[in-house]
């Protein structure tokens, strides 16, 4: 056990139910991918101001013409089809350096985003030790920045200028609030019917090796992925946070939440919070 008079929950989502955070942001998933350009890379750091945004820097390890490319942006479990996702930012590459090329290296990860746009910073509600900074809206270099700034002048009882405008316990305003009521009655709609997702043919002798999603048994519904060695990975694919019906992630092999953005390996165990407990294993027979 760790006592301590004052805590700073910094972990992306405060873990647990702390402050309600996972209620009051939306998780968004970016991807990324390393490539080597066919001509020198833009050395400087870039985002596009134009729809949807492509943000670019250098990539030093593909050396002078390595450069990574992030977007292609979309709440987290909101779809399965993630390939779509990678392939395009490979097709905005090739388009925009008239090139043929394939990513030597590609992932993904989510930031969450507050109604307003601006991160939760300060005091929890209803506590005056427990310190919090997140919704950084991937903004999180300088955001960050910010936030260690607040708290480390609110811990030492200092004013700070930011401190008001990233009150950690704000509702914001009428526009906030409003965004806030619509994005908890979606969440609410994935809660009571899950995200659309079609449930593969035939039971878990029918998956092929990489293919991985919800599977009908005999019993009910449950969450199956074959590896490349012909493993078969099973889970019960409801999230332990707060129980969301979770989506198959195709190109991560990752099971995900549409709820508040957990995210699990095809073991059920944790990758991303806010859930803090390993998904159960299925219950029912192929
Ligand atoms: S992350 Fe909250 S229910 Fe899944």
């Given at each position: 056990?760790?006592?301590?008079?004052?805590?700073?929950?910094?972990t992306?989502?405060?873990?647990?139910?702390?402050?309600?955070?996972?209620?009051?942001?939306?998780?968004?998933?970016?991807?990324?991918?390393?490539?080597?350009?066919?001509?020198?890379?833009?050395?400087?750091?870039?985002?596009?101001v134009?729809?949807?945004?492509?943000?670019?820097?250098?990539?030093?390890?593909?050396?002078?013409?390595?450069?990574?490319?992030?977007?292609?942006?979309?709440?987290?479990?909101?779809?399965?089809?993630?390939?779509?996702?990678?392939?395009?930012?490979?097709?905005?590459?090739?388009?925009?350096?008239?090139?043929?090329?394939?990513?030597?290296?590609?992932?993904?990860?989510?930031?969450?985003?507050?109604?307003?746009?601006?991160?939760?910073?300060?005091?929890?509600?209803?506590?005056?030790?427990?310190?919090?900074?997140?919704g950084?809206?991937?903004?999180?270099?300088?955001?960050?920045?910010?936030?260690?700034?607040?708290?480390?002048?609110?811990?030492a009882?200092?004013?700070?200028?930011?401190?008001?405008?990233?009150?950690?316990?704000?509702?914001?305003?009428?526009?906030?609030?409003?965004?806030?009521?619509t994005?908890?009655?979606?969440?609410?709609?994935?809660?009571?019917l899950?995200?659309?997702?079609?449930?593969?043919?035939?039971g878990?002798?029918?998956?092929?090796?990489?293919?991985?999603?919800?599977?009908?048994?005999?019993?009910?519904?449950?969450?199956?992925?074959?590896?490349?060695?012909?493993?078969?990975?099973?889970?019960?694919?409801?999230?332990?946070?707060?129980?969301?019906?979770?989506?198959?992630?195709?190109?991560?092999?990752?099971w995900?939440?549409?709820?508040?953005?957990?995210?699990?390996?095809?073991?059920?165990?944790?990758?991303?919070?806010?859930?803090?407990?390993?998904?159960?294993?299925?219950?029912?027979?192929?």
């Amino acid at each position: 056990m760790i006592t301590a008079y004052q805590a700073v929950l910094a972990t992306l989502l405060p873990i647990g139910i702390t402050g309600a955070y996972f209620a009051r942001t939306r998780p968004n998933q970016s991807h990324g991918i390393a490539v080597r350009l066919p001509v020198e890379a833009p050395t400087g750091m870039a985002i596009s101001v134009d729809s949807p945004t492509h943000s670019t820097r250098p990539w030093p390890g593909g050396g002078p013409n390595g450069l990574i490319v992030v977007g292609s942006d979309h709440e987290v479990g909101s779809t399965n089809e993630t390939e779509a996702a990678y392939q395009s930012l490979v097709d905005w590459v090739n388009s925009t350096w008239n090139a043929a090329i394939e990513p030597e290296y590609r992932w993904s990860a989510h930031d969450y985003s507050t109604p307003d746009l601006l991160p939760y910073v300060g005091r929890s509600p209803g506590s005056r030790s427990i310190f919090v900074a997140t919704g950084m809206h991937k903004w999180g270099l300088s955001n960050g920045t910010v936030a260690a700034g607040i708290i480390n002048d609110l811990i030492a009882g200092r004013d700070h200028p930011a401190a008001n405008l990233y009150d950690a316990t704000r509702f914001g305003d009428t526009r906030a609030v409003a965004k806030l009521i619509t994005d908890n009655l979606k969440v609410g709609k994935n809660f009571t019917l899950g995200h659309a997702q079609r449930i593969l043919r035939g039971g878990l002798d029918h998956l092929e090796a990489g293919q991985g999603g919800l599977l009908k048994t005999g019993n009910g519904t449950i969450g199956g992925y074959r590896d490349q060695d012909a493993n078969l990975h099973t889970i019960k694919p409801i999230c332990t946070h707060l129980g969301c019906p979770l989506t198959w992630n195709t190109a991560d092999t990752t099971w995900d939440c549409s709820c508040h953005g957990s995210r699990f390996d095809p073991d059920g165990e944790i990758l991303d919070g806010p859930a803090t407990t390993p998904l159960e294993a299925p219950t029912t027979d192929a």
